[in-house]
């Protein structure tokens, strides 16, 4: 693999203030959650797939949304848990493998046979009912797998951080610019899995960007504890990273 599976880590952190502004949708059957830009400000044609982390469509991650519209994109948070994800800070024995396979009732699994059909009907509903032509896809944690999986449906540009569960299979076949926002210490996506991804991206030909940042730790991006110096700096520049990406590579 070019990221290890999810593991605890990808559920612990810290819930940042704010009152989102976007709102809740229906893509299909699934949940989801619309940022809109302001009128003088959009990108026309242009929008973003966010794909989240295990805990989902929440008040991070709408925050999140709600700031990349304020940069001109539309932005759609798409619940792939078909609502079950998980809550923050879930104790040490909680058993995310059968979560994974199962889901929590057991009758609601999260594997990629789940997750892909919901992720196209994403793309789906951005082209037809938003007028999107061009997609960016942001995928934190577990959400980078499947950022990686659907360049081929859809995805033109992309952007990753502390990715998990990607396959290299999966890695080698993107058709489109891809940035990654790493940390430090990560053990779903340590030094080994990074290099091992910066030598198949050389391979693959599309413009790529790795960049790491110290002090922080998996889930940073998203749920950092932004008290901290450190973690606010590298919270704030990850997310710096993805607009000045689809800046430069979607519009």
Not at 28 to 34: E, T
């Amino acid at each position: 693999m070019a990221s290890n599976p999810p593991a605890r880590c990808c559920t612990v952190g810290v819930k940042h203030e704010g009152t989102p502004t976007g709102k809740s949708v229906k893509v299909g059957k699934w949940d989801a959650y619309l940022a809109t830009p302001p009128a003088d400000k959009e990108h026309k044609g242009v929008g973003l797939l966010y794909i989240p982390d295990v805990i989902g469509i929440w008040q991070n991650s709408q925050l999140m949304a709600d700031q990349f519209a304020a940069n001109g994109y539309l932005t759609l948070i798409i619940d792939v848990f078909n609502g079950d994800p998980i809550s923050l800070n879930k104790p040490d024995d909680f058993d995310f493998m059968a979560w994974l396979t199962k889901g929590t009732n057991g009758d609601n699994p999260h594997t990629k046979e789940h997750v892909d059909p919901i992720v196209l009907e994403a793309i789906k509903a951005l082209k037809e009912e938003y007028g999107i032509k061009k997609i960016g896809a942001l995928g934190y944690c577990f959400g980078a797998k499947y950022v990686v999986r659907h360049y081929k449906n859809g995805i033109d540009v992309g952007y990753i951080a502390h990715p998990s569960f990607v396959d290299e299979e999966e890695l080698e076949g993107i058709t489109g610019p891809l940035s990654i926002a790493a940390a430090e210490t990560d053990q779903i996506f340590p030094a080994d899995k990074r290099h091992k991804s910066e030598e198949i991206l050389q391979k693959v030909g599309q413009p790529y960007q790795i960049n790491l940042f110290s002090g922080v730790v998996h889930g940073f991006s998203v749920r950092c504890d932004t008290s901290k110096k450190i973690e606010k700096f590298a919270k704030e520049q990850a997310f710096l990273q993805a607009v000045a990406w689809f800046d430069n590579w979607l519009l």
